[in-house]
């Protein structure tokens, strides 16, 4: 059974960090991509970040150079370090499993995913 566990969401001030973790089992998830998605309230799911099978990473242009994401294949484990967050950061997180090696931006390209975890960002 394929589960992924986020962990990491929270209240935080404008300007301040949160970790989002995702502990992933069930599957050789160092052979698929991982990315983290979010959904705010009316808007669709968008992809945040990503993380290649090899390492290579994707942000969507509002993150970029706040937040990074990064993968531990030993511990079936990827992580988002979120700084600099922005009250238009706030969203649910979900972590997912990607069906290729490669970073897809379409959530269609995604078979496996966490129960997301809530991210507030107070003005």
């Known amino acids: 059974q394929v589960q992924l566990v986020e962990s990491g969401g929270g209240l935080v001030q404008a300007g301040g960090s949160l970790r989002l973790s995702c502990l992933a089992s069930g599957r050789t998830f160092s052979n698929y991509a991982m990315g983290w998605f979010r959904q705010a309230p009316g808007k669709e799911r968008e992809l945040v970040a990503g993380?290649?099978?090899?390492?290579?990473?994707y942000y969507t242009d509002s993150v970029k150079g706040r937040f990074t994401i990064s993968r531990d294949n030993a511990k079936n484990a990827v992580y988002l370090q979120m700084n600099s967050l922005k009250p238009e950061d706030t969203a649910v997180y979900y972590c997912a499993s990607g069906r290729l090696p490669l970073v897809v931006r379409s959530a269609s390209g995604y078979d496996y995913w966490g129960q997301g975890t809530q991210v507030t960002v107070s003005s």
């Open positions: 993380i290649s099978s090899g390492g290579s990473t």
